[in-house]
Every structure is written in structure tokens, then in C-alpha cells.
């Protein structure tokens, strides 16, 4: 072992557990569990990496900052992927593109005895770069949309954090409109300017950024349910140049989480909900059949379904999955 002192194995617990308390408060359950697990796991395997290789001479403290690297990127870009919206069953690819690229610069520029802030540099230029080819190529072949991969390629939580640290150094709250008295600046003739944050305005000019990049058949369908007014102040936003710059990161995602926390909450979550949807969906079926049936699931979803049938809720499944499971049974028995 080149590294003899290294104990990988505790160092990467102890970057998971740290990870805990950074992970973004809106994250669900499964989402929170993914930025900490890839993060661990590619802090044990690059750390792994490091201490067994015979060909590498790297000491206990070059170790310790590799693998502190890729476990800070690591987390970085799994907060990113996962607000982008990009579906899950593509996050590991991405994440694994990453995590090799990081590897690979860092081990050759140790190699090379770089000054530690050009390997940073460099490491940082690298992990941008294959964010960016991995979101393009899942484009490419059309597992998202152009709007989709826009939206993904503008994802940065390193730089939002970097913000906010500033934000708390300099006393003070962030408020990204550039007039003293919180408006945005004039965006031309005819055209409205943002009022105070958080106002109505500014929550109708962060929907109609959602909406530029959404299909516009489902945008009109959800305008529909507006207010003429509203209606007709979101579609003059839409049309509003440079709009996600003009309201400011910090600011949509302030409005983004109102509005997340007003909508009324899904019941096919609820799990009283899920149970009769589960029992509903098997209840003419015999014991054996539903065996048959589950064959070749896993034995958490042969629980939550037994379970159901008794009219109890197996709550080792997050919501979510178990009523992705009470929809699948339903359309599929």
C-alpha cells in the first residue's frame, strides 16, 4: 500500500456525515440519500484508489486532498443534477463521468507538483466540461430536450453557495435587483419592471420562466386556470429578453419554494391513500396469484403490498416509490 497512513474508509464516513447538514433543506428523502451516498461512495473508491496503487507516491496529505476534491464535486454536481430535473435513471452516468474525470486531473496534476490553486483551477475547468458533454449527450439522444439540457447546463450550486457564504459575510441578504429601492431597471417600452422581491409581479415573472421552457400546448392548458390578468402579465414576461437574469437566481428560487410550499399537497402520497390504492388494484386476485404477480420484484415491494392488503402501511418505502409501485399495479393487474 503507497499510502500506508490513509484510513480511506473512516475519511469517506466522515465526508458523508458531513454532507448531511449541507444537502439543500427542499430535497426530499431519496434525494437527500443520493447527494450523500455518491458523494461517499466516490470519496471510498477514489480514496481506495490512492491508498492501494503500487504506482502512485502520493502522501497521507496529497490523499486526504484528492479525495476531499472529488467529494466536494461529487456533492456539487449531484445538487445540480437533481435540480435540473433531469430523471434519475440518468444521474449515476452523468456522475460517474464526473468522478473519473476528477480523478484523472487531479492524479495528473499532483503528479506534476502544480501549485495547489492551478489544480484547483484546472480540476474545476475539467469538471465543467464533462458536466457539460454528459447533459449534451443525453440531448443527443433524446432522453431530454434542448430546454431541458438549457436548463441543466445552468445549474451551479458551488457558485450558489459561494453567494450565499458572501451574503452571511457581509451582514446582509442578498437582493439581486440592481436599484436601491429593489426594482428592476426599465426592460423597454411598454414593458414592466420587477417591484419589491417576493411581490405577485415577481412570482408570475419566475412561472413564465418555467414556461418558456416548457411545451406550450401544457403551458396554455395551465394558463387557462389564471386570472385573465395574471394570464396576460405572464405570457408579457415570457416575452421579455434575458428574463432569468433579469430576476435573479437568488430570487426565483426564493419564489420557486413558495410556491412549491402553497400547492396543495399530492394525497396519492398520503400513505392511507397509497394502501387502498395498493388493495384496490390486487383485491381479486388470490394470495398465490399476487405471488405470481410480485415474482420478480423486490422483497420491500412484496412488503408494501402485503402489508397494504392488511391495511397497514410499510413505511421502509419512501412515499414517492410507494405510490409509483400502487400506479404500476394498477395499470398492470
Known amino acids: 500500500m503507497s499510502t500506508q497512513n490513509f484510513d480511506y474508509e473512516a475519511f469517506a464516513q466522515n465526508l458523508a456525515a458531513q454532507a448531511q447538514d449541507l444537502v439543500p433543506p427542499e430535497f426530499d428523502d431519496n434525494q437527500k440519500q443520493y447527494v450523500i451516498n455518491t458523494l461517499g461512495n466516490f470519496s471510498l473508491l477514489s480514496g481506495k484508489a490512492i491508498a492501494e496503487d503500487p504506482n502512485l507516491n502520493f502522501d497521507e496529505n496529497q490523499a486526504v486532498t484528492i479525495t476531499q476534491i472529488i467529494a466536494e464535486w461529487s456533492f456539487h454536481k449531484s445538487v445540480d443534477l437533481i435540480r435540473s430535473g433531469i430523471p434519475q435513471q440518468y444521474w449515476d452516468a452523468v456522475m460517474q463521468k464526473i468522478a473519473y474525470t476528477i480523478f484523472e486531473i487531479a492524479k495528473q496534476t499532483f503528479s506534476q507538483g502544480l501549485p495547489h490553486d492551478k489544480i484547483l483551477e484546472l480540476v474545476e475547468h475539467h469538471v465543467k466540461k464533462s458536466y457539460a458533454e454528459a447533459i449534451t449527450e443525453l440531448k443527443d439522444k433524446g432522453a431530454i430536450d434542448e430546454g431541458l439540457m438549457e436548463f441543466a447546463l445552468g445549474q451551479s450550486n458551488m457558485d450558489k453557495m459561494a453567494q450565499e457564504m458572501k451574503q452571511q459575510q457581509d451582514g446582509g441578504e442578498e437582493v439581486s435587483m440592481p436599484n436601491a429601492d429593489g426594482s428592476m431597471p426599465p426592460m423597454g417600452a411598454g414593458a414592466a419592471e420587477f417591484p419589491k422581491v417576493d411581490s405577485k409581479v415577481l412570482k408570475l415573472a419566475t412561472v413564465a420562466m418555467l414556461f418558456k421552457k416548457m411545451n406550450q400546448d401544457k403551458v396554455q392548458t395551465i394558463l387557462n386556470k389564471f386570472t385573465p390578468e395574471d394570464a396576460q402579465d405572464v ?99
Not at 242 to 254: S, T
Not at 268 to 295: F, G, H, M, Q
Not at 297 to 311: D, M, S, T, Y
Open 235 to 333: 405570457i408579457k414576461f415570457m416575452q421579455v429578453p434575458n428574463l432569468p437574469e433579469r430576476i435573479g437566481a437568488a430570487n426565483a428560487l426564493r419564489c420557486l419554494q413558495e410556491i412549491k410550499t402553497n400547492l396543495p399537497k399530492n394525497t396519492e402520497l398520503n400513505p392511507n391513500s397509497v394502501v387502498s390504492r395498493i388493495r384496490k388494484a390486487v383485491s381479486k386476485y388470490s394470495s398465490k396469484e399476487i405471488d405470481t404477480i410480485l415474482i420478480r420484484e423486490r422483497i420491500e415491494v412484496k412488503r408494501l403490498v402485503f402489508n397494504a392488503l392488511e391495511g397497514k402501511y410499510y413505511d421502509k418505502i419512501p412515499s414517492k416509490v410507494a405510490s409509483i409501485v400502487a400506479t404500476h399495479l394498477a395499470s398492470s393487474v
